[in-house]
């Protein structure tokens, strides 16, 4: 009985040391990257994102909890401004600080996540003017924990959060075409 016990232990202590080993080697790095065609000037595009005021009409994370609180600072839009959430267990607790506006061209923002877990990423969307039409560029990237590398091996990250950023993207297009 007790070979048995000492079998198992040292099974189940083979399989952590494995599992440990996997996860440990994952990539630190990541980005996820989504892009959409719009049928507006950059102009009209980039304010889309540009102002935090305007971001409730078509993120992807704005309708999870129709009581979330949102606390939007600093100026109406570009460099400085900020947009604190605090929602249900679904949308979390974070916050996003407008790093970099070079308009019509890049938004650069500090993503930190605060609940239900804790990181800190940076979001980028790019613009560029093709044919009269607008191509936005909506990337996250960041380092990944030992936690998220070990998460990342049951979820797909890319494709769960890459699905949001096709919903939001689909969203700002509707929203910006439809101002036509």
């Known amino acids: 009985m007790l070979e048995y016990f000492l079998y198992a232990a040292f099974a189940l202590a083979a399989i952590v040391v494995v599992f440990l080993i996997v996860v440990a080697m994952q990539p630190t790095d990541f980005r996820i990257t989504r892009s959409a065609v719009i049928s507006a000037p950059l102009a009209e ?10 971001w409730e009409a078509w993120s992807p994370w704005a309708k999870l909890d129709p009581d979330m609180k949102l606390t939007i600072a600093g100026p109406p839009a570009g460099t400085g401004a900020t947009y604190h959430w605090v929602g ?11 790093l ?14 605060i609940k239900p877990f804790v990181a ?20 996250m990237f960041g380092k990944n924990s030992f936690m998220l590398k070990a ?6 990250m890319d494709k769960m959060v890459g699905r949001d950023f096709e919903k939001g993207l689909a969203s700002m297009k509707s929203v910006v075409e439809a101002k036509k």
């Not at 003017?129 to 936005?136: H, P, R």
């Not at 998460?151 to 797909?156: E, H, K, R």
């Open 151 to 156: 998460f990342g091996l049951m979820m797909n």
């Open 45 to 54: 595009v980039f304010g889309q994102v540009n102002n935090f005021q305007r």
């Open 120 to 139: 800190t990423n940076t979001t980028e969307f790019s613009f560029k003017n093709e044919a009269g039409k607008t191509v936005v560029i909506w990337s």
């Open 88 to 98: 249900n267990s679904k949308a979390g607790e974070g916050r996003m600080t407008l």
């Open 100 to 113: 970099e506006s070079r308009p019509n061209e890049l938004i650069q923002i500090k993503l930190e996540f």
